[in-house]
């Protein structure tokens, strides 16, 4: 066998092995966790008060920023475990799919949040950070396990939900309800997601 | 300089190597998802199927999913391990070309 032969062929494996290399790190810890913060972090700012759209967009990408860091220490912490590399070829495929819409929900939400407005500003975010979140979480999906791969949807549809059913009100609710609904949808499908993971996980062999 | 070692035919035939290579990357693919990945005719791909589970590379597991028959494919350990054999074979042929050390 030739050289280039050789060459040719390790590199239609490695290709082939890529392609369908879906995330295998159990997704549950890091969704309950998230969940859990986002149902808590919304409790807090109900009754905390944090009526303005400065604190509502800082104290809320300030959570986002530390469950992200508390799920990828989860992550690390599997792959230390079993002696894997963090950073797989599907891990990476789906840091760059959520990269963009990730940086596009942060410049929205710290534009809102220099510009002086009240429920009304803080409220319009919600819908926004559904909707690029579901975008990020659905442009993952090829390399995210079979039971996730309809999340994306979910954040989309009711991010597009809001964003239509809020003119339709007479009078925009209380910033107490946005922190509300970030509950609700961020914590809440979060959570039932996890749930979901941790059910398929615990009826297979863990990886 | 050690004979360079004989590589697995099963393997090396190209659609078998394109078979193996995507179930060592996925836990195990259905039937139909395997016939897209690589647009093969049902027939064609059955026929490489049976050559690598008489191997002892493939198992093959059949079920009913929704009211239809759905046909599961993973790598067996053996396949596992023949595959991996025969990525260093090439890896050394590869070295050996270029006369580094194995």
Redesign the interface.
């Known amino acids: 066998?030739?050289?280039n032969r050789?060459?040719e062929?390790?590199a239609?494996?490695?290709e082939?092995?890529?392609?369908?290399?879906?995330y295998?790190r159990s997704m549950a810890p890091p969704l309950l966790a998230s969940g859990a913060m986002g149902v808590s972090t919304a409790v807090v700012g109900v009754f905390a008060e944090l009526r303005l759209t400065l604190y509502f967009a800082a104290y809320w990408q300030g959570v986002a920023l530390v469950t992200l860091a508390a799920s990828l220490l989860l992550v690390w912490r599997q792959a230390r475990a079993k002696g894997e590399a963090m950073w797989s070829p599907p891990a990476r495929q789906m840091a760059r799919a959520l990269l963009a819409p990730f940086l596009c929900g942060l410049v929205f939400g710290v534009s809102s949040a220099l510009r002086p407005g009240g429920a009304a500003a803080a409220w319009s975010l919600v819908p926004l950070w559904l909707l690029f979140y579901g975008c990020g979480v659905q442009a993952a999906s090829a390399a995210l396990p079979g039971g996730l791969r309809g999340m994306g949807w979910r954040f989309i549809v009711l991010g597009a939900a809001l964003l239509f059913a809020l003119p339709q009100l007479a009078e925009r609710p209380s910033l107490a309800w946005a922190h509300a609904a970030m509950g609700v949808s961020f914590g809440g499908l979060h959570l039932i997601f996890g749930l979901v993971i941790l059910i398929k996980d615990k009826g297979r062999d863990a990886? | 300089m050690s004979p360079i070692p004989e590589l697995d035919k099963i393997i090396h035939e190209r659609k078998r190597m394109a078979i193996m290579s995507l179930l060592a990357g996925a836990r195990s693919l259905s039937f139909t998802e395997l016939r897209d990945q690589l647009e093969l005719t049902d027939g064609n791909l059955s026929v490489h199927i049976k050559t690598l589970q008489r191997a002892g590379y493939l198992a093959v597991t059949k079920s009913v999913r929704q009211r239809r028959p759905l046909t599961t494919l993973a790598l067996t350990e053996d396949g596992r391990a023949a595959l991996e054999t025969y990525i260093n074979q090439l890896e050394d042929i590869i070295r050996r070309a270029r006369g580094e050390p194995p």
Do not use: G, V
């Open positions: 066998m030739s050289e050789a060459a062929d390790l239609a494996i490695r082939m092995m890529a392609r369908t290399s879906t295998h990886p």
